[in-house]
């Protein structure tokens, strides 16, 4: 039986293949040329400490639409304002979102210097081009779903408009493939792509493999302070928080009692 993730996989490869019928890729890399300016979204992740990436996330497919009244733009400026180092925006429809969600926190950080990441399941050049457009300043590739030449294809094209491309790893092998791709940014799941359950020793596991030049990201999986400290005592350069700060009353606290503050 396909997994939760290969069904993903598989819609969006559709999906993909009617947007490209619906406006052409000339139409779209127009359209992203234009947007001239990319925040740094590596010198954003080697600053001192260890940064957060906060994510403007309405649900998943294992928990279902848990935040369905968040305002996107008003939520990006809220985590500009708590010292995020970067703003992850899911697009995926599998986790109850739309480009649209991209394209208003673009419009409400535009000028801010913060990155934003596009969380997509990016498989074709064509959604790279989408991410450049709506005003990404990088994009998510996801190891488990690429083959290496996918992974070092679509990183180049990324590169053509800007944009860095966000290397997803969930084991050996995957982080492996990232670092011969020449990843500029690697990000460590903690959550089984297939399974969804979530494992924070996945990072403990897996950052020793990965060179001290490369940003590491810890995803997933982290809800409190306590989980904090265990993925701080690895060395990662930032966390990766949806759920945690999409879903709470008040994400500013919510921020600070993670980092600390």
Sequence with gaps: MPSML??????????VEARKAARPLAELCERARGRTHRADFVNALTQPGVGLIAEIK?????????APDIVPAELACTYRDMGAVAVSVLTAPAFFATD????????????????LLRKEFHVDPY?????AALGADAFLLIAKTLDPAELKSLSAVGAEFGLTAFVEVTDERETEVALESGA??????????HTFEEDLGTTERLRGSIPLDVPVVAASGVRSREDMIRMEACGVNAVLIGEALSSAAHPQAKARELLGR
């Design 127 to 131: 959604q790279v081009a989408e991410a």
């Design 184 to 193: 500029a940014a690697i990000g460590i799941n903690n959550r089984n792509l």
């Design 100 to 115: 649209c969600d991209l394209c208003e926190a673009a419009d409400a950080l535009a000028g801010s210097g913060l990155p």
């Design 58 to 66: 309405r649900g998943s497919p294992s928990r279902g639409l848990f």
């Design 6 to 15: 290969d069904r993903i996989v598989a819609e969006t490869r559709v999906s």
